[in-house]
T-cell receptor, first 109, second 112 residues
Framework: KQEVTQIPAALSVPEGENLVLNCSFT??????LQWFRQDPGKGLTSLLL?????REQTSGRLNASLDKSSGRSTLYIAASQPGDSATYLC????????FGAGTTVTVRA | DTAVSQTPKYLVTQMGNDKSIKCEQN?????MYWYKQDSKKFLKIMFS???????INETVPNRFSPKSPDKAHLNLHINSLELGDSAVYFC???????????FGEGSRLTVL
């Protein structure tokens, strides 16, 4: 059974600092890994999707890496802004999506 | 233009009642899902349908019954509601083999 762990559970940083969010998974036989953002009371918004054959994906200030063999992914957010405050979830797809519990980020102005 | 829409957004009901949540997607996707997010914010898959066929059915009580009348719709009916059913239920969709998942805004169910 796939288990997905996200560390830390919460993170508070001053504006401008870079964010590093970690995700680990137990079964490396995955199709892809996806990072989502969830704002309070809202649904999930897809940020980045990394296929199993890829090592990273970038979109603007976001960069996500994938090391399938070690069961790890890292989401980097450069030059954080207060608008980046949200919960970030990673999910691995091994025919069904398994989610981590998320990292709640607060960016202080 | 809402991509994945769920109704109702909020639902408050008494124990023992039966309720339904509806989901529609206008993205042309062929796979749809129901997820449950509990009070600890943990998301867990409940069901998945591909082209109206049930392909994932996690360990969910028989009181939960999904129905997919067509590829664009996936509804969730819950019988004999219990306190533990209180959660936010998310519908999601994807196109097979692309992997990218699109979520609805969620339906918050409160059972009193």
């Amino acid at each position: 059974k796939q288990e997905v762990t996200q560390i830390p559970a919460a993170l508070s940083v001053p504006e401008g600092e870079n964010l590093v969010l970690n995700c680990s998974f137990t079964d490396s036989a995955i199709y892809n890994l996806q990072w989502f953002r969830q704002d309070p009371g809202k649904g999930l918004t897809s940020l980045l999707l990394i296929q199993s054959s890829q090592r990273e994906q970038t979109s603007g200030r976001l960069n996500a890496s994938l090391d399938k063999s070690s069961g790890r992914s890292t989401l980097y957010i450069a030059a954080s802004q207060p608008g980046d405050s949200a919960t970030y979830l990673c999910a691995v797809d091994d025919y069904k999506l398994s989610f981590g519990a998320g990292t709640t980020v607060t960016v202080r102005a | 233009d809402t991509a994945v829409s769920q109704t109702p957004k909020y639902l408050v009901t008494q124990m023992g009642n039966d309720k339904s949540i509806k989901c529609e997607q206008n993205l042309g996707h062929d796979t749809m899902y129901w997820y449950k997010q509990d009070s600890k914010k943990f998301l867990k898959i409940m069901f998945s349908y591909n082209n109206k066929e049930l392909i994932i059915n996690e360990t969910v009580p028989n009181r939960f019954s999904p129905k997919s009348p067509d590829k664009a719709h996936l509804n969730l009916h819950i019988n004999s509601l219990e306190l533990g059913d209180s959660a936010v239920y998310f519908c999601a969709s994807t196109r097979t083999n692309t992997g990218e998942l699109f979520f609805g805004e969620g339906s918050r169910l409160t059972v009193l």
